[in-house]
């Protein structure tokens, strides 16, 4: 135990086995939820339909999908957490909190969730974004973010509602100028051309009347009309780690940060991600799990950033708290 202590800092293991083990954890909470819980079964929208039986949708196949897009999407969310010094090199915390909130929730795990590849986009926008950080030429960042999520909507068409939080990161992370604004302008004319020139051409018939209806449904809160239990639950899903987020922040509020302005920058537009996605869910309720790895990802990030140092006794016992509230969460979900 004096080996995990220093200074009265309370260090989190770092090693390979025990981001191993997080993994195995998360397979064994997907094994018993398909045994015990029955998802229902929904589709995605997008400019293209994959045709895709129904059934498959909550199937084995569909499982081993969600799994491997969930792996990568933590590849991504931890390359962030240590490339920009959010935690410390191999930190456990952005793994561990990623699939804890991914895994707890059988509703994102047993169905096939288009939503995923939705944050592995944002994720990846994300990290180019990081990257380039300051940057005076920012064109080619604009362009490639843009074109990026965009693309994404071709799948998952509610991903054009992200557009304008990436205008937002280009302008906190000081990126954005007249130039970089038209080149995403540009980005978003290049997909709307290409998606037209293709239906025109008959290489893919795309549904931009199906499309438009689904947007505009959230923009009049038709959903609201149809919401359900189940809808319910997903909303209070996510209020432990919110909770967890809103004293991160209050803490930053009430205290003296020494962090870098840059980390200072990139919290705040992990901040701003999560109050657009927050939004959308409150417009969308209907596709809330579509959402949620968006949610998670950010909440992961933050909560990771939050408990990277542990020097009070409080927060050792919050983290505790948070990972038996939502292991809680998931046995009453289950059963």
Known sequence: MSSN??????????????HIICFFVAVAFTVIASMYFTPEITTFSGFVKLPLAKEWYSSIPAIVTNGVMTVLLVTVVSAIAN?????????????????????????????????????????????????????RRGESVAFDVTLLVCATSVLWDKALFFIPLLWIGLAQLNILNIKSAVASIFAIATTAFILWASSYLGLYNFDFAETWSTLKSVMVLDDYNHVSSNVLYDMAYIIPILIVVMVYNL???????????????????LNTTLVVTIMLMALNPLSITAYMPVFNCVS????????????????????????????????????
């Open 5 to 18: 202590r220093e200074y009265g800092v309370t260090k989190i293991p770092t090693s390979l086995v025990s």
């Open 83 to 135: 490339k920009f010094s959010l935690t410390t090199l191999l930190s456990l915390f952005p793994t561990l909190f990623l699939l804890m909130l991914q895994c707890c929730n059988p509703t994102i795990l047993l169905n096939l969730n288009i939503g995923i590849l939705g944050a592995i986009s944002l994720m990846v926008s994300t990290y180019y974004l990081f990257e380039n950080y300051g940057k």
């Open 251 to 269: 803490a930053n509020i009430y205290s003296d940060s020494h962090e870098k302005i840059s980390i200072k920058r990139y919290v705040l537009f």
């Open 300 to 335: 992961a990030l933050l909560a990771a950033h939050y408990f990277n140092t542990i020097k009070s006794k409080f927060k050792l016992r919050f983290l505790y708290i948070v990972i038996l509230t939502y292991i809680t969460i998931y046995l009453l979900w289950i059963l």
